[in-house]
């Protein structure tokens, strides 16, 4: 995983309560390089991020989330 997608996780976790924690643990899972299924948690972030009703992200911060779907 790539600095860029440990960054995305970063705004995820400061503006989602609803996946901040997962967004945390994910990054920390990417750090320690767990055997862990990583683009598995990184869609379930972006899925809950994106419908999280308490986040507001700029235009240019849900396209960087949607493309964790896609990585």
Do not use: W
């Amino acid at each position: 995983m790539t600095d860029e997608t440990i960054a995305i996780l970063r705004i995820i976790a400061r503006k989602s309560p609803y996946v901040g924690e997962v967004a945390k643990e994910t990054i920390q899972a990417i750090e320690n390089n767990s055997p862990t299924n990583i683009q598995a948690r990184l869609n379930y972030c972006a899925h809950g991020a994106l419908g999280d009703p308490r986040a507001s992200f700029t235009p240019e911060e849900r396209k960087k989330i949607e493309s964790l779907m896609s990585m």
